[in-house]
C-alpha cells in the first residue's frame, strides 16, 4: 500500500484534490461540491460569505429563490441530497429529482448531469433556515455539505387602511395625513412635499420624519401633493398624497395697480385668479364704470386660459387703445365657497409712447377699431401673446 507523506497530502488537500488510499487499494477523487447562487446570483448586495462552507442570502418576502448544487468526482450512483435545516430539525428536500414538498419547492435538474436545482418558491417567514446540499463519496458515513443560510425581508408596505389617500379641506380646517408601513426590517417614515407653492411644508420645512403631517390650521398655500416614504435595508416605497384646499377667489392683475399705452396700440391686462374650486368661466368678469367688458365689443377681446395650481388667468386685449378706454378696471370672480369672491382692480392711462406688451414688442396700428383687422397684424398678434402667454405660465 502507498503512503502519500503528508507535505505532500497538505498540498493536495489545499488544491481540494487529495486522494483518499481505501482498504482495496483503489484511489477515489474526493468529490467538489458547490453551491450557484442563481436568484439572487452572486452580483447581488444580497449574499454574504460567512464561511468557506456557508453563505448568507437575504431573500425579500414573496419572491422565489434559486439554488444549484454541482458536483465534480463523485461517484456513479451517489445522491445530492437538499436538506431544510433548523435549529432542532432536518429535512430531506428529494429524491432525485423528484420534490419531497412540491407545494413549496421545485427540484430540477441543474446546468449538469451531477447538478440539482432547487427552488424555494414564493418566499415566506417560515422558509427562513438553512438549506444544504449534502453529497456522500465512499458510504454513508463520509460526506461534503455547502450551505446557504436564508434570512426573509420584506419591502415597505402600506397599510391603506391606516393612510391617507386624496384629502379635501377648507381654509381653517385642521387637517392630518397619515401613512403607515409595514416591512423587515420595520421601515423608517418621513414625507416630502411636491409641487404646491414651493417644496416647504409649513411649520416643518422640507422633510418630516415619522407618519403623520398635522396642519392645525391649514391654508390655501398648504395645498399640493405629499409623498410618505417608507425605506429599509432591502428597498423603499412612496405613497403620494394629494391635500386640496378650498378658498375663496384671490384676483390679481399681473401689470399691477397700474398700466397704460399709448392710443392706437394695443391695450394687454392680465387678470390672475386662484381659487378651488375653479371658478366657471361665465363666473370671472371685467367691469370698466359699472359695465361688463363683452368679447368683440368696443375693441375687446377676452381669452381665458386654465394654468397649473387651480389658477386661471383671464388675458384682456383692448385694440385700438383710445381716450374711451381710459380709466378703472375691476377683475371679478366667484366660486362656490361661503363669501367666495374676490376683486382686484387696475387704472389705466394713456402713455406718449407705445408700450411694450408680454412679447417684448408694442402693437400700434390706429386703421381699425376691430381687433380681428388689419388680419396681417391684429389677429396674428394677438395670438402670438396667447401662446407666449401660456409658455411663460408652463416654463
Not at 167 to 188: F, Y
Not at 294 to 309: C, E, I, Q, T, W
Request: glycine share 6%; proline share 4%.
Amino acid at each position: 500500500m502507498a503512503i502519500i507523506p503528508s507535505n505532500m497530502c497538505s498540498f493536495f488537500c489545499l488544491t481540494v484534490l487529495c486522494m483518499i488510499v481505501v482498504a482495496s487499494g483503489q484511489e477515489i477523487m474526493t468529490p467538489i461540491v458547490t453551491i450557484t447562487d442563481v436568484n439572487p446570483d452572486s452580483k447581488s448586495d444580497r449574499i454574504t460569505t460567512l464561511t468557506s462552507t456557508l453563505s448568507r442570502v437575504d431573500a425579500i418576502l414573496g419572491e422565489n429563490i434559486i439554488f444549484e448544487c454541482s458536483v465534480l468526482y463523485m461517484k456513479t450512483g451517489r445522491p445530492i441530497l437538499w436538506k431544510y435545516m433548523t435549529n432542532t430539525s432536518s429535512i430531506t428536500l428529494n429524491d432525485g429529482l423528484k420534490s419531497l414538498d412540491a407545494s413549496k419547492y421545485r427540484i430540477s435538474q441543474g446546468t449538469s448531469q451531477l447538478s440539482i436545482r432547487l427552488e424555494i418558491m414564493s418566499v415566506a417567514y417560515s422558509s427562513e433556515g438553512t438549506y444544504m446540499c449534502e453529497v456522500f463519496y465512499d458510504d454513508r458515513s463520509t460526506e461534503i455539505r455547502r450551505s446557504r443560510r436564508v434570512h426573509v425581508y420584506e419591502l415597505p408596505r402600506f397599510e391603506i387602511q391606516d393612510t391617507s389617500f386624496e384629502t379635501s379641506a377648507s381654509v381653517g380646517d385642521s387637517v392630518r395625513l397619515r401613512c403607515k408601513a409595514v416591512g423587515m426590517p420595520t421601515p423608517r417614515l418621513y414625507w416630502l412635499r411636491s409641487a404646491g407653492s414651493s417644496s416647504v411644508i409649513r411649520d416643518y420645512g422640507r422633510q418630516v420624519e415619522g407618519s403623520e403631517i398635522l396642519f392645525n390650521s391649514v391654508q390655501a398655500s398648504d395645498r399640493g401633493t405629499y409623498i410618505c416614504n417608507a425605506i429599509n435595508r432591502i428597498g423603499s416605497s412612496q405613497w403620494p398624497v394629494r391635500l386640496s384646499v378650498n378658498f375663496k377667489p384671490a384676483v390679481s392683475f399681473e401689470n399691477g395697480a397700474r398700466a397704460s399705452q399709448k392710443f392706437g396700440c394695443t391695450l394687454e391686462l392680465l387678470c390672475v385668479v386662484e381659487a378651488n374650486p375653479e371658478p366657471a368661466q361665465g363666473a370671472i368678469t371685467v367691469t370698466k364704470g359699472g359695465e361688463t367688458l363683452k368679447d368683440g365689443s368696443n375693441g375687446v377681446r377676452l381669452f381665458h386660459m386654465r394654468g397649473a395650481d387651480s389658477t386661471i388667468y383671464l388675458s384682456i386685449f383692448i385694440y385700438p387703445f383710445e381716450s374711451s378706454h381710459v380709466g378703472t378696471y375691476t377683475c371679478s370672480a366667484m366660486n362656490t365657497v361661503k363669501d367666495g369672491t374676490g376683486s382686484a382692480t387696475i387704472q389705466v392711462t394713456a402713455s406718449d409712447t407705445p408700450v411694450p406688451g408680454r412679447t417684448g414688442a408694442a402693437i400700434c396700428s390706429g386703421s381699425s377699431r376691430n381687433i380681428a383687422t388689419p388680419a396681417s397684424v391684429a389677429a396674428p398678434a394677438a395670438l402670438l401673446i396667447i401662446v407666449q402667454i401660456l409658455l411663460a405660465k408652463f416654463h
